[in-house]
């Protein structure tokens, strides 16, 4: 009877009751991290994110269980699980695969991807439904993948030659379709040329190139879609500018163990992040 | 004339013959080792960077055009790194391997997927073709046959055919030529089970170098790094 007498109580106090469910979620969460910590898990970032009314921590992790990499990503009031793997073909390629589980006071959501290359084709798909906006579950999910609903992407690859690769991008964000066509040409620099659909048509230009230490990835969407993303990487810093009409902007700057992103959007108001991952195990070793 | 006979058959000859034939075949196969480590020696001098061209067979058994780029650090931290530059479907993809890893970029997703080498698959054209930075751990997989002098390309060879110990090299028998001059390989041949050629290479443009380690293990500034 101990649940029947639970039922009655949170008919009266939902909230609390579902805040108090919450809490034990991310009790449990990090109970579970901290165990894995540090002798299996792979990396644990901790940050602090803050938009207007609204103050969170949030905690990302990783786990390697056998042939599967369990992930766990948790703010307040939602936690996510994602349990992935893949199929490694060395040169060849590779198809990476896995499903994400969210769950939280505001709704729910789950997501199926995959994502890889095999010879000269490359994919990278997403199936997901979400019951409220993706945002209250996890605060990463930016743009596009904050909305409700069916959200599903397909974005495919085929490698011309060594040097042409044609994309195709086709999507449904509830509640509209896009798609995009694009032509890419490498020789020192690697130029993009496309075009889309998004509410009306656009077209694309994008510059990827060696810019002084660092390398610069430049792509420009105008027309009915406007879309500036820039991201400047070097070995030791890695820098992110996104610029959208209707306004929106983000900036995020990558150095070591840390990242801060901050930005503006019509949903959020202004926003910033701020992260640490702590590399655990063989992590280390991997940028020798 | 009889007698002469009798004399030619006679099984104690024989065995002496016999005998004669494995005391010759393990001074030659001993020779064979000996240019295997002649070869590990040499390729141990200095970083160095070779050219492959040839063919090799893919998994789903058609044959195509290969050329890659294969540089070596060898010493404590002996580390290799092979581009592709083709088939064109893989060009600007990349291995590299050291005693504990093994980093595989793949250009299409922009990413390097970073394995345990136990655990790593390099193979991927049907032949290991990193395996050929370190000879001598190549060569100790193999049982070798006693070496030919042959004529390369490059001048006066040794040919030197192994069958594999066990299963793991993925191969059923590989030819190697080696140059007298500069003991390095020059050309591989490699056979599956029925004889068919998995891969025929030619090492083109080698040369010493300053290479580092870390020096092969540059990969774009933007790549994602995928650990397994």
Redesign the interface.
Known sequence: MPNAERQTLNAGKPYVVRRTACRGILRIACGLLLLATPAFA?SLTLGLYGRSGYLTPTLEGTL?VGDF?LGLRAQWAALGLTAES?V???????V?YGLRASLGLPGWAVEGFA???L????L?ANLGYASTSRQNLWVGDYGEANLSGLNVRLFG?Y?L???E?LGLTLGYANPFLYGEASYATRADTTWTFGLGYRGGPYGLVGWRGELGQ??L?LTLRAGFYNRLEA?L???EL?TRLTLSYPWAASLGVERGSWRADAGYGAESGIFGWLRYTLELG??K??E? | MPNAKRQTLNPRRLLAVAAMICVLGLVFAQSATDIAKQVQANLEKSPWEATITGKVQTPDGSTQDAELRLQVVPGTNQTARVEFNKPASLEGNFVVIDDKEVWNYLFLTNQVIIQPRSKAKVEGLGVNLTSLGDFEELTNRLNLRPPLEVNSADGPAWRIVGTPKDNSLGFAQIELTVLKSDPRPVSIRILDSSNKVLAELNFRNFKRTNLTASALRKRPADAEVVRR
């Open positions: 792979q390697p990499t893949a490694e073909l060395g040169p060849i390629g590779r990476g994502r890889g290359a010879g000269p084709v490359g990278d690859r490698r030659s060594g040097r690769t660092g390398l990835d991201v990487s070097t070995e890695k063989e992590e070793d991997a020798r």
